[in-house]
């Protein structure tokens, strides 16, 4: 195959064959010889790593037997990056759902997964659904001591200072963490892969260096003030972290309460609420919309704009809207485990525009993800890790399960160690610009195991934050709705690619 390099050994391939004929895609002489007949296997193979086909017990024994192996694996990313081979499965999948029944425009095969295979309670659902949970439903709750931990250099090591980009000879150097208010250099090439409905990204990938995350910041448009929808919930619900942890820095918020003033609606932890606005559970008519727009309540507009700026340096940003629907509480309070008000909510409306950039998206989330491994003067204001984990927790149940898919259609799954994936998805039909956008940030970490192949026979830590953000108008809303998703779903999955095979560093 025409720039793809086959780097199994005689006894590799031998093996490689035998399960490839089990499976019945190769029907030549099991001779341990690379021949069409072995690459024509290896395509369909690759092309037949599903999301979501369930197969029999024997055929699956057989396809865990190949993904177990890593120069398959390796064969595999080479395969998947030639052509449109990661948007023809993503979308036939996509396809094969509307088809089962399984989502109409109102309800995406990626966007709305689900990390329990549906959005619990949210009026968004479909009585017919049936995805199952997420492969990482069991890790959520290990995220944040994942995050705080070091690769040794010994078992698991990172990139170093520098590195160089595979296939190429071009080094990449990374960089100290940026101050806060300043904004880094973001290069502007290696992007570009992108397909063209994708209109902003900001991908920040980590390196760690002396117990420091040393960063290499690659953009598209990323300084573009634009609506990124909902993704940008993860703001208030951020600022009201920070606020709390300001005035008691002990007190973890996860089991602080939120009420009204008036004491007529029942208290909720802030860990339910902000689990409420990303896994969109909207039972009992508390609405992940309504719950945003509360916790805007808990300063004014401009405060709330100018603590982004300070933070970010992107002094053009306007952050002062709501989100569609009425807060719901005008005026929340927020109380310790003792009863004392640790914040009080105001009157001010928040009436305005949410337009803000990918690169301010993509700060925010790599400076949740490695609060313990900045300098701290760079770090969230007066944030504690106590409580960011509650935040972590809670976006790592996003409805929206793009790395998931990734993962299962590039045949990772044996090589992907101690995995985190926190995000927040963005999501609505423009009438003004007449046009179908999405968005997505994530924050996404794991030990490589398939480093071990690479020179260098160790695991390799990758972390990475992005912002992308997606456009179309086929002047089918419809459509529309179902194509941008699949699009979302083969760009993260291109980049987890080129992550893992060093063609992005």
């Not at 395509?43 to 029999?56: E, K, M, P, Y």
């Not at 963490?177 to 290069?187: F, G, H, K, S």
């Amino acid at each position: 195959m025409a720039g793809t390099e086959v780097k199994l050994s005689f006894e590799e391939l031998t093996k490689a064959q035998t399960y490839l004929q089990q499976l019945g895609l190769y029907d030549g002489e099991i001779d341990g010889i690379y021949g069409k007949l072995s690459e024509a296997a290896f395509v369909q193979f690759a092309n037949a790593l599903s999301i979501d086909t369930i197969l029999d017990a024997n055929s699956q024994a057989i396809t865990n037997n190949l993904l177990q192996m890593p120069a398959v694996v390796r064969y595999l990313l080479e395969i998947m990056g030639n052509g449109d081979r990661l948007w023809q499965k993503f979308i036939n999948s996509q396809n094969i759902c509307v088809n089962m029944g399984q989502v109409d425009s109102n309800l995406l095969g990626f966007l709305d997964r689900g990390v329990n295979g549906c959005v619990a309670g949210s009026k968004r659902s479909l009585p017919n659904r049936s995805f199952a949970p997420s492969p990482l439903l069991k890790d959520i709750a290990l995220y944040p001591d994942r995050l705080a931990s070091l690769p040794d250099g010994v078992n698991v090591v990172s990139y170093g200072e520098v590195a160089m980009l595979a296939k190429s000879q071009v080094r990449v150097r990374f960089r100290p963490y940026p101050a806060l208010d300043q904004v880094p250099n973001i290069e502007n090439i290696g992007l570009e892969f992108l397909h063209s409905s994708i209109q902003q990204a900001c991908i920040c990938i980590g390196s760690i260096v002396n117990g420091q995350m040393l960063t290499r910041w690659i953009g598209l448009n990323p300084l573009a003030n634009v609506q990124f929808w909902s993704s940008t919930k993860i703001l208030p619900l951020l600022y009201t972290l920070c606020a709390a942890n300001q005035a008691q820095p002990n007190q973890a918020i996860a089991n602080c309460a939120i009420a009204d003033v008036q004491g007529k609606i029942t208290p909720r932890t802030y860990a339910e609420l902000a689990q409420r606005i990303c896994n969109y559970d909207e039972s009992n008519g508390i609405t992940s919309n309504a719950l945003a727009a509360m916790f805007k309540q808990f300063t004014n507009p401009i405060t709330l704009q100018n603590w982004l700026i300070q933070i970010t340096g992107n002094k053009k940003l306007s952050f002062q809207g709501r989100y569609g629907e009425v807060p719901y509480i005008d005026q929340p309070t927020l109380r310790d485990t003792s009863g004392q008000v640790v914040l009080s909510g105001v009157k001010d409306p928040h009436r305005g525009d949410n337009l803000i950039s990918a690169y301010d998206l993509t700060r925010i989330v790599s400076q949740i993800a490695w609060h313990r491994h900045i300098p701290p003067t760079n770090r969230l204001p007066a944030a504690q890790w106590h409580s960011l984990s509650t935040l972590i927790n809670a976006m790592g149940q996003d409805t929206a399960r793009y790395v998931d898919a990734a993962i299962a259609a590039l045949g990772l799954t044996y090589f992907i160690g101690e995995p985190v994936v926190f995000s927040k998805m963005g999501f609505g039909y423009s009438d003004q610009r007449r046009q179908t956008e999405l968005t997505y940030t994530a924050s996404i970490q794991f030990v490589d195991r398939l480093a071990q192949s690479h020179d260098l026979p160790l695991p390799k830590l990758r972390s990475v934050n992005m912002t992308l953000r997606a456009v179309l108008n086929l002047q089918d809303p419809v459509r529309e709705s179902l194509e941008i998703d699949a699009r979302m779903a083969t760009t993260v999955a291109e980049i987890l690619r080129r992550i893992v095979t060093e063609e992005l560093i």
